[in-house]
């Protein structure tokens, strides 16, 4: 543990080698094309399939009516987050109205993806548009169409803590109304008296950010291959999930089919960034056509349908208030968020931003917090789980703020902040909203970023650009996180409405030859799970990585899994493995003591030789046990034959890997382009098992940030119709664009697991967009501006810089 070992998995993934749902090919395997609404909301009036029918090539065309018995549960959602939430029934297919462009009216199942495809173009529908809601205010203004009609409005749920017995955060007629918060509420809880602080503040920021929609644009899209196997009574399902053990539930409740017929294998999955944690509609669909048509059914996305169909994340319009005194001491916080859902609700869309609401205070350690959130109906693609999930749209908004009251005080933002941070600590520490944060030195990652940014000498360039009159402009951008990870504690995760089970699984067996398996219930898709979880065993079993074989993805190979999301593997999974690994070597003294005739208590470990205190010479290795323990001709008097450990782990708490960034970027003030010069962070996610796979991590994770800072960003038509639905329209960063990371780490052990290991999946991603923003605004404050939205592409800068100078 601690090194930097190549990961195991890649000689593979690069060598053309690895196995993606769409290489899979079964004997009679049919494939499944989907018609998509191109509105954004309209009845369907006429649908007729027949047509399809007679083409050659086609098996089957399907439409929702006809098999509409076969979900009794439709798509499921699973998070429920208030008494009071609106939860409509989502048909894989639907039946009577389409609510987004892409949703599904009709299938056709053919012998090939091309038939299949051309068939739908014979499917006559006749549609009646209606107006639809594509904006979050419009469609909670007063008689709005409705997305979903049954519940009179388009609002989904209400959330609030800290705020009880007031209806609206901000809309009270009356400050004094505020009076009487300090209520905690049922989970994430707030605090102290907002209102009572914003009046006694010296000043109050008030800003509104909007988190543009973005998509989680994984290198592999979504497929999955259905298939009634011989030998097995029910279905086998291969996907490219990231969460395999919760589709074998969700399907099960979805259709009908008992979850012990349900066999769910994730290949090689080529990315998913929380988007492919959901169970969709095209793969409840292939179940339950495999099932009825007795033969294997392939549906592969392409990226149209993967930017229209799969989840968007994001979709956030936060109003959110800070009050600090003039010595820049924060004295309370409220935020008001609406929160798109889309138009239905996938596997956890209602819980994305209450999971964030807890860490709007990020690292900062003040009296009063408050927050309301309102989920919205819209005629959207739905949204959910996208990389950070919650916690980058929190992170934003302390962080400009933050940003934000320096400029107001006229203080050094790294100072505004040092002044709010938590002392250094390393036991469990309630932040304003109630989480028990796990361990912090905020101070020696900040000190460490301004070090390796050299900020005085940035500061000097600054001004010397300012004062010359320089068309390019430096900007220095801040932001320190905290993110919730090890998700998680399952009563904790119970009380965010994502009803629990957030423990982990590992099984650890040495083989006759002394080799090693380690099962695993977490689900790797591109983390290295295979090298870290190897490190883990290798270090407490005494062999080498090469030694172990971890096994992953697949729930009869795997029976208990929890799967991988919330940056959760590590603080459990490969706890789950270091127990359980810990298990083996102790049953293995045991062993040990028997074939060396000596009392279990005088048996020492260490480096893959147990040995008797004191009499080194006398030992055996481990693998001389695990071969004794699996023949088993002389074991001590009852014990089970085998060295084979297993761990169901249940984390005390989540982990809160922390950190400083340092964007620097030059801004281009005639043509608006940004370029990001150098980006420094300074992350702390405890010790860390394989430096390679963090550093990979983090890169990953910042392009994500910067991307959604600068060129990301989902837009639609007013008729909903979504402009960028091709790789064309829709910019994703690549090296180019990015500057080269200056990455350095701090070490604070978590004091939630034996290791101290905390996440590190999602940091970048947090980190980097209120850095970069915030970057942009400090070359372009002398100008008079006080926020860019984003993505800051080069015309929103610029019109931003012409406004400012009175030329708009
Ligand atoms: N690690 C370590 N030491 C630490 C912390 C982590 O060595 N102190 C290593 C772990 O051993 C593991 C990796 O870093 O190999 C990530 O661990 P962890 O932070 O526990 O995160 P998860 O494995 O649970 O990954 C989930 C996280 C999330 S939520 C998203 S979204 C995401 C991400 O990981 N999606 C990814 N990284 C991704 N990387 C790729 N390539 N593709 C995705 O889809």
Redesign the pocket.
Known sequence: MGGGLPRKEDPNLVTGRANWTDNIKLPGMLHLAMLRSPFARAKITKLDVSGALERPGVVGAFTGAELADQWPGGVPCGAVVSDQQNSPFFSPIVTDEVRHVGDVLAVVVASDRYTAQDALESIVVDYEPLPPVVNMEAALAEGAPLVHEEFGTNECFKYTAGVEGIDDLFDAPDDTQLEGGGVRGPNVGGQGDTGEAMRRADVVIKERYIQQRVLPT?IEPRAVVASPEPGHQGIVMYSST?VPHLLKIVLSLSTGIPENEIRVVAPDVG????SKLNLYREEIIAVVLAKKLGTPVKYVEDRSENYQATIHGRGQIQDIELAANSDGKILGLRVKLLDDMGAYLQLLTPAIAVSGAALFPGVYNFENFAIEIKGVFTNLTPTDAY??AGRPEACFAIERAMDSLARELNMDPAEVRRRNFFEPFDEPTANPAGLQYDSFNLQAVLDRAIELADYESLRAEQQRRRESGDPVQLGIGFSTYTEI?GLGPSQALAGLGLGGGGWEAANVRMLVTGKVEVATG?S??????E??WSQIAADVLGVTPDDVDVIHGDTDAVPFGRD????????VG?IAVYHAANKVVEKGKKIAAHMLEASEEDIEFEGGRFSVAGSPDQNVTIQDVAGAAYLAADLPEGMEPVLNESMIYDPPNFTFPFGAHICVSEVDTETGKVKLRDYIAVDD???????T??DG?LH??LAQGIAQALYEGVIYDEEGNLVTASMVDYMIPGAPELPNFTLDRTVTPSPSNPLG??????AGTIGAPPAVINSIVDALSPLGIKHIDMPASPMRVWKAIQNAQGKQ
Do not use: D
């Open positions: 994984a990231q990315g998913g960034f929380g990389r950070g990870c977490t790797p898709h591109g983390q290295g799970h090298t870290s991988t999301y919330g940056s959760r593997s590590l603080a490969g996610c405890g010790p860390v098992i394989n430096p796979i963090v991590q990953g994770g290991v905390k996440g590190v999946g999602e």
